[in-house]
């Protein structure tokens, strides 16, 4: 595929635009944590971290962690509730994960930049739903590189089939609908600038730092393609060493 210019360069928003993008990001995540309607797409997007993570882990974090909601599936002995954070970019949203979990830690920053844990620090690192969202994307898995532990850690994510039948019309039928309950304004002034990422770039650009060791389609495991499937869960080994001339 063609090289991808990083980062991918947005253009500004309004202030109003900031706004009304900001507060349906947490509507749409509290629309997730009820479940009800997306549950199965919901359980193993928060299950196949939990039911991969490495044995006896003792510290995690958590990019792009919303309101938090993935820890509703973790069953966190105290040990592992002191050594997990909780890292999101929205103060909003942060805000809801200290009310409700407040037993863990939480973060706000931009995983696409240096971070304050020093190298190799975590167990695991969970990036649910969050890699297809990053305009500098090779930064942050620099950085994932950096922190997790080189030799038992590994990196757990989910990411969806951007661009597939499947998802465009699983979209339409959820995300686009919610937001036109709340706003008038075109929906892709938020999902334009959202999912910038699509399976094989996020793909290529793992590869330098971690290698495939366990994949699983939903909900067609049994038909491992892009085009039928809504989500893809992966768990990756970090590579002893980044690649050359890489910044970590």
């Not at 970019?89 to 805000?95: D, G, Q, S, T």
């Not at 686009?176 to 709340?182: A, D, F, L, P, T």
């Amino acid at each position: 595929m063609p090289t991808v210019p990083w980062p991918k360069i947005l253009p500004p928003l309004t202030p109003e635009q900031q706004a009304r993008n900001d507060q349906f990001m947490k509507i749409w995540h509290e629309e997730l944590a009820r479940r009800s309607r997306y549950g199965l797409v919901e359980r193993f997007n928060h299950e196949w971290p939990v039911r991969h993570s490495p044995p006896s882990f003792r510290t995690t974090l958590e990019i792009g962690a919303g309101l938090g909601e993935h820890l509703d599936y973790e069953h966190l002995t105290p040990e592992q509730a002191r050594g997990y954070y909780c890292n999101e970019y929205r103060e909003n949203m942060a805000a809801d994960i200290r009310r409700r979990h407040p037993q863990v830690q939480t973060v706000v920053g931009d995983c696409q930049q240096r971070m304050d844990f020093p190298d190799g620090h975590f167990d695991r690192i969970l990036a649910i739903h969050v890699l297809e969202h990053l305009p500098n994307l090779p930064a942050c898995l620099a950085e994932m590189h950096r922190l997790v532990n080189k030799a038992t850690g590994r990196l757990l994510i989910v990411i969806p089939t951007e661009g597939s039948p499947a998802y465009g019309l699983a979209r339409r039928l959820s995300a686009q609908r919610v937001w036109y309950r709340h706003f008038t304004a075109p929906y892709v002034e938020f999902y334009g600038r959202e999912h910038l990422n699509l399976v094989p770039e996020i793909l290529a650009e793992l590869d330098p730092y971690f290698t495939i060791e366990r994949r699983s389609c939903f909900p067609l495991p049994f038909l491992p393609f892009v085009f039928c499937n809504l989500v893809i869960g992966y768990v990756l080994k970090p590579r002893a060493q980044p690649p050359l001339g890489a910044a970590e």
